[in-house]
């Protein structure tokens, strides 16, 4: 009974500091074009393409370095690669505040994808205190948490950014970091020193090797394939709200904060009822929800106002929210340990923060917002397509009875 009381206990601060983690960290995320158009004098095109190269850049790093993160964990603890996180995360954002040249706060960022990585650690650490059958509920618990995280921090960006500086968020955002890993580290239980270990159960009948080593990587085709869609709005969203509808940072913040408010509050239900299904079901129903998402990216390209625009951006968080503890129940399922699935999945993500960055930005730049959106809601039904195609494969080989949720971890 103590054990459980202190697994939950470590998991609500677990929450907590994720969520001020993000909001940290999420506090710059709208307001690089901007930070640069003040900090560096860049404009146009270049101001475009430059703003998409730093946003990025640290997905390219934590893409190379969070497998081996997740095995470092996995050998020494998870708890530690938490606190690794946040101190890397406090001292790239302090230097970066010092910083006038574009490539000099390259060089932080991709510093930055080596030693951070939050969330990675946070999923992994979950992992370790959740039983087999509550892995999607604890991953949707601490999806709201990056999504109340998400929310919280461009509205506080734009109002550090109003009352001071651009300069003062990554400041703010480095003492945050510094203080939330302080109560960390004597919060948190050692994850080494849990009383069972949490391993995957295997049965008779369960698909061959190769059968489960192709849904593996069907499954992270699906990740990158999922942040593309997701990333690419963000390297021009900013950009985009100040050309259609003029207004303080603040508004951007709010509307950059859209998604996070729909995903702080169905997170967690789409976690509790992601637990109880089947596979099939879950490729299924998050096929529909990249078709409904393509759906909401083409309607960014008629007029909008204020209120239509935040209705977009909620009813895109909703199908964001299952996404992701969709995708990653299912590879936690494929995974021996907690920090090799995640740290492959997390390593997938990254590649798709990377190219959907680094895609956004191009054709925003070298096209249209319009078009821009048109691309994103393109990536959806890809994505739509992939899954199904997926969902086929995995109902068509032995051993994949939709009366066991079960598979041989590879």
Known sequence: MKADAARRRSLWFLWGGQCLAIAAMEMSGPFWPLFLRQ???????????????????????????????????????????????????????????????????????????????VIAAAMAYGLQLC????????????QSATAAGT??????????????SYTQIFQVAAAACIGV???????LIDDRKLASARTL???????????????????????VLSQI?????????????????PGSNMLIGVLYGASGLAMLITA??????????????????????????????????????????LALRFAWGICLAAMMPSLFGLLSQLRATSGR??????????????????????VAALLSFSLAFSAVALTYLLLALWLWRLRQHSLSQPGMEKETGHVTPV
């Not at 039983?131 to 601490?142: C, E, F, I, Q, V």
């Not at 509205?155 to 001071?164: A, C, F, I, R």
């Not at 159960?201 to 990740?223: F, K, N």
């Not at 995640?342 to 798709?352: F, S």
């Open 151 to 164: 929310l919280m921090g461009p509205v506080l960006g734009g109002l550090v950014s109003d009352l001071w």
């Open 39 to 117: 900090q560096v004098g860049l404009h146009g095109e270049a101001l475009v393409l430059w703003s998409a190269a730093l946003i990025a850049a640290p997905m390219m790093t934590a893409f190379a370095t969070a497998a081996f993160w997740g095995r470092v964990g996995d050998r020494y603890g998870h708890k530690w690669m938490v606190l690794r996180a946040l101190l890397g995360l406090a001292l790239t954002q302090w230097l970066i505040a010092l910083q006038e040249l574009p490539l000099l706060i390259l060089c932080l960022r991709l510093l930055q994808g080596a030693l951070a990585g």
């Open 201 to 223: 159960s295997t049965e008779a009948g369960t698909p061959s090797l190769a059968c489960t080593r192709t849904i593996v990587q069907g499954l992270l085709l699906a990740l």
């Open 341 to 362: 699935s995640v740290g492959t999945g997390q390593a997938a993500v990254k590649l798709g923060n990377f190219s959907g960055y680094l895609l956004g930005g191009l």
């Open 229 to 245: 869609a997701r990333m690419m709005p963000q390297s021009f969203f900013a950009l985009y709200v100040e050309d259609s509808m």
């Open 268 to 309: 967690p239900l789409w976690g509790r009822r992601l637990d109880g299904q089947h596979r099939d079901v879950v490729l299924l129903q998050t096929a529909v929800l990249a078709m409904f998402s393509a759906a909401l990216m083409l309607l960014h390209t008629l007029e909008q106002n204020l209120w239509s625009l």
């Open 181 to 187: 890993a302080l109560v960390m580290l004597f919060t």
């Open 131 to 142: 039983t087999a059958h509550t892995r999607s509920r604890t991953l949707g618990y601490l």
